[in-house]
């Protein structure tokens, strides 16, 4: 599948999911190009709920993908009532092997694939052509909305990992507006955003301000919510603190 992977909103669990519908819809039509719903603490039923809740929302206007749950992704396109339009997946390194998530949604799907090691890029490299439609490299930066993150990577360490795979590598973690154009120069593909948007008082702001970084038209003075490494708290507030 060709997608536009410039800019990917990974969506933050801590945030109600009535408000991050909001926040996606908001987002998509400010022009992000890839939307991943991820959530790693709903059940099964619960994740199904929301992903075709979110197909909806989306209408087709932006690649929606699910993180981790290959048999989510499968039951919203077997929908009784109708196949939900969700694009593809995208995988981290423990989970079901990237090839086989390939055979099941086809070669119009949109897979992705958690990779931050040279390790982790010379078995994709090994993996036949194709299978993998962009590689997630990160983290850049500390973040909290992956805990036990691997060592921050920094732009340079970005660039290196970029610079030795051919696959499109799409930079993730502690990301803001003013990264943006340095990750773009070291090679990156796109970049992905978690609390940049969702933290935000004006999501769509901020979405704008990171294409506009995309570009090369970013101005000082951006909407996105400031860098937060703390754990969130026991009771969320109304925008989840910190970026990614």
């Known amino acids: 599948m060709t997608a536009d992977r410039s800019l990917h909103l990974v969506t933050d669990h801590r945030v109600p999911f009535q408000q991050l519908r909001d926040i996606v819809?908001?987002?998509?039509?400010?022009?992000?190009?890839?939307?991943?719903?991820?959530?790693?603490?709903?059940?099964?039923?619960?994740?199904l709920s929301r992903t075709l809740d979110l197909a909806d929302v989306i209408a087709g206007r932006c690649t929606f993908v699910v993180d981790d749950r290959l048999d989510v992704v499968l039951a919203?396109?077997?929908?009784?009532?109708?196949?939900a339009r969700v694009d593809g997946i995208h995988l981290g390194q423990s989970d079901l092997p990237v090839d086989a998530a390939r055979t099941l949604l086809g070669a119009d799907a949109l897979v992705g694939w958690t990779a931050n090691t040279p390790a982790h890029l010379a078995a994709a490299a090994a993996l036949p052509a194709a299978t993998i439609g962009y590689l997630g490299v990160g983290v850049i930066r500390a973040?909290?909305?992956?805990?036990?993150?691997?060592?921050?990577?920094?732009?340079?360490?970005?660039?290196?990992?970029?610079?030795?795979?051919?696959?499109?590598?799409?930079?993730?973690?502690?990301?803001?507006v003013d990264d943006v154009a340095a990750l773009r120069a070291a090679g990156a593909a796109g970049v992905a955003v978690v609390s940049a948007v969702s933290g935000a008082d004006d999501p769509g702001a901020v979405?704008?301000?990171l294409r506009a970084a995309w570009a090369g038209g970013a101005t000082p003075g951006t909407q996105s919510a400031p860098a937060d490494?703390?754990?969130p708290a026991a009771t969320p507030s109304p925008r989840a603190e910190g970026r990614a």
Do not use: M, W, Y
């Not at 919203?76 to 196949?83: E, I, K």
């Open 207 to 209: 979405v704008r301000d």
């Open 76 to 83: 919203a396109r077997d929908r009784v009532t109708g196949p």
């Open 229 to 231: 490494t703390r754990a």
């Open 143 to 176: 973040t909290a909305t992956k805990p036990n993150h691997p060592q921050p990577l920094g732009v340079d360490g970005f660039g290196e990992l970029a610079a030795s795979t051919a696959l499109p590598c799409v930079a993730i973690g502690g990301i803001g």
């Open 25 to 47: 819809d908001a987002a998509v039509t400010a022009g992000v190009s890839v939307v991943q719903l991820r959530d790693k603490e709903a059940s099964g039923g619960e994740l």
